[in-house]
């Protein structure tokens, strides 16, 4: 085989991602790699899916077509390869099938860790938790966590709470239970990064330099007062005079981590701007233009109360920083108890088992490292010879051998998925004998997942850190050429993302420097396709929903089978913006965001309605929404109109059968109130079953459990073109549109990072350093480490921002409209809109945008405003593809004769007490009979013998069995059972029998049928003996009779058939063990 | 060692097992019925009693039977039939049962062994420390064991065996010595209570299995892959002198020494080259989008036979299909049967019986509501259980109790309760009964209590499922009772986990309805010889199963083991689903195979491998075929409403409240929900106090203070005043939530302490500024255009000093409120003031302004006899941060104010009268209590059939 060499691969939009990745996998089989040590993972199943499926419909086409095959066969370097060569890969491909490491970095991480799970610290195998269960498992560990035994908090609780108090301090505390969910929301993940308490609100890590904001400030009060003094006999201004005393005056009320009140801010700003003089004893400070010198006294105490409100303000948000800390640790610790522990991960805590040293924080204690020899060499730290005989284990546990490795979306990959990966990927890039290989293909431009971890620089960094030690192992690759958008998408996308000047002024100077170095103009690999970039105005966001709509009728993209999306930069937007749509226009809008199916509609919130009240009676609001409603006639005519009635029946069914059957009962009775033509409810009718039948497999029959479920259950729209699709730019990528419209792309400066959470430090290595709650403005503004630290993190907001941006406009493969509110000449703000101002407008634009007939305000556009009057209006027909028919039914085949299958004593009949089934006696009865019947059943003929008690304790029959064995064959009474006949005979013994009688097949066993035969052998007479083993009194002789009568018949036919005697000479007796009794059961007189 | 020179010794002497191959163009249940009864010369009946008859599962045997009877019935006799087994019980049969050990004390010989032992000398198999050597990580890691011990026993291997097998370059060497070792140790540990471990004993049993009385002869038929033990066994029955005859179908004029071994299983040389032959394949395979499209297809064609049993066949081999299949089928009204039988976890008993053994492990107000929910525990109880359930509600509204103790504490308080406190009697009583006495005769106690009133009607299936349920709990715990008297250390919660489990793991098999289809898995379908069958889930890891990588057994090692590997499984599902084909085809029926695209949570899924086994030539238009995207399951519908809402128009509104005016001016119809139809939520995952509970938790201080009787009315020292309040808050704190409130709440108590105690500083200064509380919480009743209207004031302070007058209301919202803006506000950019209440509307000074409230207004409305008409109101607010606490009075109150308010008021009465509650206002979703029932706009959700125009 050849020396393949390893890749990465640079891709831009629509460059053929995909395609790149599935002729790599070809050419590595057409080396001769076997499928089965390749490993090609990706992020999302849908990928992997199409991924797998486009490599074997390459292969496919190159087998049947020689064109082809010789297509394929230049791209991937391997000329001489014909149909028959592909038709060969073909067939390893589909034999290898299930050997195939082919998926998501979370199933390969599944995978790897089911193979080691008592080298990871697992106590065995494990389930995935998906997104539901966990969250009722985060309830079942609050519930937990909240619950109170008695009396005093104890040692954690009370940590707890005072943890809890100082990390809300200033904020909301009155709520816990809504505000810690938030808090896991937030947060949960950082923790588990840094478990280590050392990150967090230490000022030691913060400011290794030590903070000047930390020293003592000595005595405010004194301080306010010298400076009182200092400044009411300082001649001031009365304006001046007034700020100080506005100063002192707020200064008194205001304590940290509370907002800063103007005053403060106006005399800190100046105080921390003159600091260097104020220390030395002599400043000048100027108040609304006028100047005063301080005196050493007044700056002293001005630099005593700016330390006082910088310290302060920074030990509470230590405090804060730390207090959320102890609350994450505190659930923690029982959500690992009580999850975890129990065999429960997420996909995230797998990855974090594999993680070689983020010291996974399960339970708040260094974690158990991967500490098996095997682990360690998957960590990395171990000699040469140990690991690999660690990489052999692995082989040999994941039956696989691992050659090749091809990475897919790499922009999107974590830090921590790379350092799992990275020790079993580096034996293949430093293979000496070059016979493994690493792949690697992304996209830096579309790095839009850096909020879950996506960290695009390790596409460079992982090149340089192989290629310093050995320049030329990795080479690098570029996919500049849309397949997916037309030259005027592509001019426009130039022009806007390639302006490396345009960039730098808006951006900060390290964001615009990283993209503009890794941009390459792209070309449109389809010149051919004709379509239009246009800029229009749109005042407000009404403004532009309405521009939105009538640039779709103007299109009227629907109608000529072209795709269409409108993206936005939220959830909100998007549901909003479909909304307006359908209300407004008329259009068939989804927001493709998730859908609740199963509350979006009045069908299915009625049924829940319905299960609400039953399971919670005070609830009138579900009672009455439910009379509201057909259901309200519905439960009158089932029997439980009442209240009382309908909890009863709810929630025995729901107990009984499950959520999804009770609810079908419901849907099919509220099928007849439905319109014919509603196939919309229909749909949401089965949805909501179908959420109902994933419930079920929890095992909760907990109706506001499954009520809550239900309202958080989302379906994902199925992908169709004969919907405009309203939906955020995140959810679009990598999907393509013939018309896509961007009217949301107002709103922040492309340098304003994420205010949210915590502010986290991590060093190149990306371990986190240190944590905090960053304090506001005037403070982070003052303070150079965290200035370094809010200017970094703002350049990566700059850069995910622009990558947004570049992803809404690639989306487009023939028209792409943009809609903004007007870029003022004055404005100053450094965002999108104005990005778009200063690279499209050329000179010359009168204004006006024409798309069609239609014309309206814009900035910009280019290509042809006809670009749609050549594509044909579809017809009706066209559209409305019927879905696949169902499988018909067979005709006229001679159907397999199907019996009903009964069991004699099967005629279920009877009642059971709750009494008889539960208490002690109701499971020995039955075995007890078993017992009795097996010890009579050894019997041939005569009473007790030595040989037969033998034979019974031999078998390890009970002594109570035994001892009403034995009075049987004892009592006088039965002696006719065990005697054999005079004129001989024969007896069958726990005698199974099949039989057809009345359509119906029968399935029995007899308990002993006496044959007595006539001189020449033949059978005379047959008596059935059925023995019974309950326990009843004397009296009560005669019911055994009447309760086993149509047993007993159906046994009387069954031996007729099977002897060949008329059914009068077949006797049927009852034995009664406990009696010691027999009754004849007479066979009914025929009419 | 022993075993294997014995196999040898037979393989030299033993004469081969009689093989038949019987062609495969018939139903196998057909060939196997004609050949048994091949020289039945139907004079006298069918009698097979002295043939044992290995078939591969449950639903074979019973279809054979079946056959056997319509066979004998078509000649009107019957049929004594053979014993039927399935192959793993071959191991086993006739075994004695004395001195083995049951699964439960294997698995509690293997906790009591895992958290025994020093890791140290086990750290092959333990590279780290578990987590915590809990029972329950334990009890884990023994089922796992137990089922690696089971796996290897099929090939008659125990864990010691293992090392010696695995050959010269295995990697695990070490480790499997340790687990050898650790299987010692449990083995003692059951040898040192008088036990055998049941696969040691089975294994031991299998090389000298007990003559089989009766037996005459042994049929091993259309079992493709016996287990290697029953072989073994089947080879110790034919050297003593047994016949053994096996039974395969196959094609006619084919050698089957080629296609097959000579005990039946598919040789996988010869599968893996056998093509797969199917007529119109393109259009008999189909493939889905997700499992409910599978289970779509099969229920529309099921639906059109009508009764489909006989004529129709399922097949399902990926079990994700059956939950929507068989609800589909429901819903379609077509009977269906699964012969795989349910697992009891999903019985009402398994239900009540965990929530039992949460009662037991700790008796948190959770689990007492879990169990009042059970339908049997409601029956018990007695009484209503709608009121019971609603007290349940309200009691934890009202007190959020932590405990069952709480719980009960706080239902006796009130009388209205008292059918729910004795019911927390009853379960106090249960429970002291379940932790009284010994395991399991207390549980048993417990349930004889719980059902003794209950009668189940055999007659009627759930009744019969129930009976069915109780019988099997009965051997649990007979099993268990046994057990723990064994292995005594064990303490009760862990006891119950372990019953839970094992009742959760049995089945309950159901009875099969007339006419039913039947839905079988994969392996059953051999037998199935209806003319149509439908297979779905014909996906690669599905048919054949794959195992892909394994902790303790991954393939290599299966391999070197001789246990079942990937191309075992692969010949023998390459063979089934030939045999499939090969009745249906040339017309006599047809064969129908679905493709999953993905699966339920949205994997992909790979078409089976069998469905590759074509002709090279055909392989590219396969693929191109199989791997076509799948088509929409579902087309998209646009949105469309089932209905609307008829609400009824008749509640009464007699007389309103002061502070419902705000939610009228917001939107009449809402009010009409709210405060005539009283449409109010029960929130059952209440956590902690809501913001109207933390207000009245504070209130109820601040209304002590007031009291006139109240010794602090006059206080002006704010450390006394602070000591007051709390303390008042403190009792009303604990008579209210108890002594030992939940996390949330001793949180948000902090919170009232924080406020109250500014308070206090707040009043000491009021007080000494000269206001003195004249009321509180003062109770009036106004007439306002006809209509009463009540309200309560939280305080009225006169001024000592100056005799002014001032109403004040509480606030202890987040934020301080500003009065004005609280019952006012300007008009909207753009917003259509037409669609508001007329009444709401009133010119103040220079425009137009928009009346959102009316309490304090109509507080002063009521004080106006009292105190004349220059009294000023405003709110005392109790914000979060302390420094805002304080009075804030409604600037600019004026007597144009008063009157503009009256006749909004008035304006709001006269329409109440009127019933005018439409039309009403649309809000957005997250500020509307009433968002569930609207959808697409309030006004079109809604049809109103009383008056409009409000
Ligand atoms: S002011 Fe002093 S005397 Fe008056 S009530 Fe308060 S504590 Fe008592």
Redesign the pocket.
């Known amino acids: 085989m050849k020396l393949i060499g390893h890749q990465m691969i640079l891709a831009s939009a629509g460059s053929g991602k995909t395609y790149a990745l599935t002729n790599r996998f070809v050419q590595l089989l057409a080396w001769g790699a076997p499928p089965e040590r390749i490993v090609a993972l990706t992020f999302t199943r849908k990928a992997a899916g199409e991924f797998f499926d486009e490599i074997l419909n390459k292969l496919a086409r190159a087998a049947r077509d020689p064109r082809e095959a010789a297509r394929i066969a230049g791209e991937i370097g391997v000329p001489a390869l014909g149909p028959a060569d592909f038709l060969r890969m073909l067939r390893t491909m589909t034999s290898a099938m299930h050997r195939l490491s082919l998926g998501t970095l979370d199933g390969f991480f599944a995978r790897v860790v089911r193979a080691f799970p008592l080298e990871l610290g697992l106590g065995g195998d494990f389930e995935i938790l998906q997104e539901h269960g966990a969250r009722l498992e985060r309830q079942r560990v609050l519930r937990q966590l909240f619950a109170r035994t008695g009396g005093e908090l104890d040692e954690a609780q009370r940590e707890f709470v005072e943890a809890f108090k100082r990390a809300t301090f200033g904020a909301e505390e009155k709520r816990l239970a809504a505000r810690l969910d938030r808090f896991i929301d937030l947060h949960q993940d950082l923790y588990l990064n840094a478990p280590d308490g050392e990150a967090w609100g230490n000022p030691l890590r913060i400011w290794p330099e030590r903070s000047v904001w930390l020293e003592a400030a000595g005595d405010a009060k004194g301080a306010a007062a010298v400076l009182r003094h200092w400044a009411e006999g300082a001649g001031l201004g009365e304006k001046q005079l007034g700020r100080w005393h506005a100063f002192l005056a707020a200064l008194e009320t205001w304590a940290p981590g509370a907002p800063l009140p103007r005053e403060l801010i106006y005399v800190l700003e100046k105080s921390v701007v003159a600091w260097a003089e104020l220390i030395a004893g002599e400043a000048v400070l100027e108040f609304d233009r006028k100047k005063q010198t301080l005196t050493a006294d007044a700056c002293a105490a001005l630099v005593a109360l700016t330390r006082t409100v910088f310290g302060g303000e920074l030990v509470r948000r230590l405090e804060v920083t730390r207090g959320i800390y102890t609350v994450l640790r505190g659930y923690e610790a029982v959500y690992h108890d009580l999850v975890r522990r129990a065999g429960k991960l997420t996909f995230a805590d797998v990855q974090r088992l594999l993680m070689p040293d983020a010291g996974h924080g399960f339970s708040g204690q260094r974690a158990p490292r991967l500490a098996s020899a095997e682990m360690d060499t998957l960590a990395g730290i171990r000699g040469a010879e140990e690991r690999e005989a660690g990489r052999l284990l692995v082989d040999w546990r994941l039956d696989a051998k691992f050659d090749h490795w091809l990475l897919d979306e790499f922009q999107d990959t974590s830090h921590g998925q790379w350092s799992v990966l990275r020790n079993l990927i580096d034996e293949a890039v430093q293979d000496p004998e070059g016979r493994r290989s690493l792949f690697y293909v992304g996209d830096v431009k579309q790095a839009i997942y850096a909020w879950r971890g996506g960290d695009p620089r390790l596409f460079r960094e992982i090149f340089d850190h192989y290629n310093a030690v050995e320049p030329g192992t990795i080479k690098e690759g570029h996919l500049d050429q849309s397949w997916r958008s037309g030259p005027a998408i592509i001019s426009a996308v130039n022009r806007v993302f390639g302006n490396a000047a345009a960039l730098a002024r808006l951006m900060p100077g390290p964001a615009a420097e990283r993209w503009t170095s890794e941009w390459r103009d792209h070309v449109s690999a389809r010149p051919q396709l004709n379509g239009q970039v246009a800029w229009l105005y749109g005042d407000d966001d009404g403004a532009r929903a309405g521009l939105t709509l009538k640039l779709l009728r103007e299109i009227n993209p629907l109608e000529r089978g072209l795709s269409v999306a409108v993206l936005v930069q939220s959830n909100d937007a998007a549901t909003w913006l479909a909304d307006y749509l359908r209300r407004e226009g008329g259009m068939p809008a989804v927001a493709a965001s998730d859908l609740q199916v199963c509350t979006d509609n009045p069908l299915t919130t009625a049924v829940l309605a319905l299960l609400q009240a039953a399971a919670h009676p005070g609830d009138r609001l579900a009672r009455e929404h439910m009379g509201m409603t057909p259901l309200a006639d519905i439960v009158e005519a089932a029997g439980v109109g009442p209240v009382e009635a309908l909890t009863q029946d709810v929630l025995r069914r729901v107990h009984a059968e499950g959520f999804a059957r009770t609810i079908e009962t419901w849907l099919r009775r509220l099928e007849p109130s439905l319109m014919a033509d509603d196939v919309f409810s229909r749909e949401r009718a089965r949805q909501l079953t179908e959420a109902a039948l994933l419930f079920d497999e929890t095992g909760s029959r907990d109706v506001a459990e499954f009520v809550q479920f239900a309202g958080r259950h989302v379906v994902r729209d199925a992908e169709t073109a004969t919907v405009v699709r309203v939906m955020t730019i995140h959810k679009s990528k990598g999907l393509g549109f013939d018309v896509v419209v961007l009217p949301d792309l107002e709103g922040n400066s492309l340098a304003t990072r994420r205010r949210d959470g915590l502010c986290v430090q991590r060093n190149p290595e990306r371990v986190v350093e240190w944590v905090l709650d960053l304090p506001p403005k005037l403070f982070h503004e003052h303070d150079a480490v965290l200035t370094a630290h809010v200017e970094a993190a703002e350049a990566e907001a700059a850069y995910e921002k622009l990558c947004l941006f570049y992803v809404a406009m690639t989306r487009a493969k023939r028209a792409l409209y943009l809609i903004t509110k007007p870029v003022g000449p004055k404005s100053v703000s450094a965002n999108f809109p104005r990005l778009l101002a200063e690279t499209l407008p050329s000179a010359g634009f009168d204004g006006g945008v024409r798309v069609g007939g239609w014309s309206a305000d814009g900035a910009f556009v280019e290509g042809d405003s006809e670009w749609f009057g050549q594509i044909g209006v579809v017809g009706e027909a066209d559209r409305d593809a019927t879905g696949p028919a169902g499988i018909e039914t067979l005709p006229a085949v001679s159907v397999v004769a199907r019996h009903l299958a009964r069991t004699p004593s099967g005629t279920k009949a009877g009642v059971v007490t709750g009494v008889s089934l539960f208490g002690s006696s109701g499971t020995s009865a039955a075995s007890f009979g078993t017992a009795v019947h097996a010890a009579l059943a050894a019997v041939e003929w005569g009473g007790a013998s030595p040989e037969v008690l033998a034979a019974w304790k031999a078998a390890g029959v009970s002594e109570g069995a035994i001892a009403e064995a034995r009075a049987c064959l004892e009592a006088e009474e039965l002696a006719e059972v065990w005697a054999k006949p005079v004129g001989g005979g024969e007896v069958w013994r726990e005698r199974a029998f099949e039989i057809v009688l009345d359509g119906a097949w029968i399935t029995g066993v007899f308990d002993r049928v006496v044959l007595a035969w006539d001189d020449s052998g033949r059978v005379v007479v047959a008596t059935i003996y059925d023995f019974k083993t309950d326990r009843i009194g004397p009296e009560n002789a005669g019911q055994l009779s009447t309760r086993y009568a149509g047993q007993l018949e159906i046994y009387r036919k069954a031996a007729a058939r099977l002897t060949g005697l008329p059914e009068g000479r077949v006797r049927c007796v009852l034995v009664s063990t406990a009696q010691r009794s027999v009754s004849a059961v007479q066979a009914p007189r025929a009419d | 060692m022993h075993r294997e020179i014995l196999v040898k010794l037979f393989r030299l002497r033993m004469p081969s097992p009689r093989f038949h191959v019987l062609p495969w163009n018939q139903p196998l249940v057909h060939a196997v019925t004609e050949w048994l009864a091949s020289d039945w010369t139907a004079q006298g009946p069918l009698d097979l009693s002295d043939t044992l008859l290995i078939a591969p599962t449950r639903q074979a045997g019973r279809r054979l039977r079946e056959a056997l009877a319509g066979h004998a019935a078509a000649r009107r006799q019957a049929v004594f039939p053979p014993r039927v087994i399935m192959p793993e019980a071959l191991a086993s049969l006739d075994a004695p049962a004395t001195g083995i050990a049951t699964r439960t004390e294997s698995l509690l010989a293997w906790t009591e062994v895992l958290r025994g032992i020093d890791l140290e000398a086990f750290r092959d198999v333990f590279p780290v420390d578990p987590p915590a050597r809990t029972f329950s990580w334990a009890m884990r890691l023994a089922r796992e064991f137990q089922r690696l011990q089971t796996s290897l026993a099929e090939n008659g291997l125990r864990m010691a065996d293992v090392a010696a097998r695995g050959g010269d370059d295995f990697p695990e060497l070490e480790r499997w010595a340790q687990l050898g070792a650790l299987e010692g140790l449990c083995d003692a540990a059951l040898a040192a209570r008088g036990l055998r471990d049941p696969q040691a004993a089975k294994i031991a049993f299998a090389e000298n299995p007990a003559p089989l009385a009766g037996v005459r002869r042994i049929i091993l038929a259309g079992t493709p892959d016996p287990l290697p033990i029953a072989v073994n066994v089947l080879m110790v029955h034919a050297a003593r002198g047994l016949l053994v005859d096996v039974i395969v179908s196959g094609p006619s004029g084919v050698d089957g020494a080629v296609l097959f071994d000579g005990w039946g299983r598919p040789l996988p040389t010869a599968w893996a080259a056998r093509t797969f032959e199917m007529a119109d394949f393109e259009r008999r395979v189909r493939l889905c989008a997700d499992p409910a499209a599978q289970a779509e297809a099969i229920v529309s064609c099921a639906f059109g036979y009508r009764v489909p049993g006989g004529r129709l066949g399922v097949g399902v081999a990926d079990a994700e299909v059956l939950p929507s299949l068989e609800n589909g089928l429901a819903r379609a009204g077509v009977p269906a049967f699964n012969p795989e039988g349910r697992p009891l976890k999903a019985a009402a008993l398994h239900t009540l019986l965990s929530a039992l053994a949460e009662l037991v492990r700790e008796p948190s107000f959770v689990a007492v509501t879990t169990l009042l929910r059970c339908p049997d525990v409601l029956r018990w109880l007695g009484g209503s259980p709608t009121r019971l359930l609603a007290s349940l509600d309200e009691l934890h509204a009202e007190h959020l109790p932590a405990s069952l103790s709480d719980a009960r504490t706080q239902a006796r308080s009130r009388p209205a309760w008292s059918g729910l406190a004795s019911a927390l009697d009853s379960v106090v009583r249960l429970r002291e009964e379940l932790l009284r006495g010994a395991f399991p005769s207390n549980v048993r106690a417990a349930l004889t209590e719980i059902f003794k009133e209950r009668r189940f009607d055999l007659g009627r299936p759930e009744d019969a499922r129930a009976v069915e349920a109780g019988q099997a709990w009965g051997e649990v715990l007979t099993e268990l009772e046994a057990a723990v008297g064994r292995f005594p250390g064990v303490v009760l919660t862990d006891v119950w986990e372990l019953a839970l489990r094992a009742l959760g793991d049995s089945q309950r098999f159901d009875e099969k309805p007339e006419g039913a289809v039947e839905l079988q898995g994969w392996l059953e379908l051999l037998w199935d010889d209806a003319p149509h069958l439908i297979v779905a889930g014909l996906n690669d890891g599905r048919v054949p199963d794959a195992v892909v990588g394994d902790a303790f057994l991954p393939e290599a090692l299966r391999a070197r083991l001789g246990l079942k590997t990937n191309e075992g499984r692969f010949a023998r599902d390459a063979y089934l689903l030939q045999a499939l084909a090969a009745f249906r085809a040339d017309g006599r029926g047809r064969l129908d195979l679905l493709v999953g695209k993905t699966s339920a949570a949205g994997d992909p899924l790979r078409p089976s491998r069998l469905l590759f086994l074509c002709a090279d030539a055909e392989l590219p238009a396969r693929v191109a075929f199989l791997f076509k995207p799948a088509e929409a399951a579902r087309p998209n519908h646009a949105w469309q409403r089932a209905w609307k809402l008829t609400p009824r128009t008749d509640a009464k509104i007699e007389r309103l409240s002061v502070t419902v005016f705000r939610d009228y001016l917001k939107c009449p119809f809402r009010f009409y929900l709210k405060h005539g139809l009283r449409m109010q939520a029960v929130d059952p995952h209440k956590a902690e106090l809501d913001a109207m509970d933390f207000g009245n938790l504070c209130h109820s201080a601040l209304e002590a203070m007031g009291r006139a009787d109240s010794p ?1 009315r ?4 704010a450390g ?1 005043l602070r000591r007051f309040l709390l303390g008042e808050l403190e009792r009303t704190a604990s008579e209210r939530y108890g002594e030992s409130p939940v996390l949330p709440l001793v949180v948000q108590l902090e919170s009232a302490r924080q406020r109250l105690s500014k308070v206090a500083e707040v009043q000491a200064q009021l007080r000494a500024d000269g206001w003195v509380i004249e009321r509180t919480e003062w109770t009036f009743e106004l007439t306002v255009g006809g209509l009463p209207v009540r309200g309560k004031i939280d305080r009225i302070d006169r001024n000592e000093l100056t005799g002014e007058v001032r109403v004040l209301d509480y606030k202890t919202s987040d934020k301080p409120v500003n009065p004005a803006d609280a019952h006012m506000r300007g008009p909207k950019r753009n917003e259509d003031m037409e669609a508001l209440p007329a009444c709401a509307r009133f010119v103040a000074g220079d425009g137009e302004m928009i009346w959102i409230d009316l309490q304090l207004p109509l507080y002063l409305a009521a004080v106006a006899d009292e105190f004349g008409h220059a009294v000023t109101c405003g709110y005392f607010n109790l914000p979060k941060a302390a420094g805002e606490t304080g009075v804030s009075l409604w600037d600019g109150y004026d007597t144009d104010v008063q009157c503009a308010a009256m006749r909004c008021a008035e304006g709001v009465t006269t329409a109440v009268q009127a019933r005018r509650f439409w039309p009403p206002a649309e809000l957005p979703a997250d500020y509307d209590d009433f968002a569930a029932l609207f959808h697409e706009g309030v006004e079109s959700s809604v049809d109103w059939k009383g008056e409009a125009g409000a």
Do not use: R
Not at chain 2, 714 to 717: I, V
């Open positions: 602090v006059d206080c002006t020292d006394v």
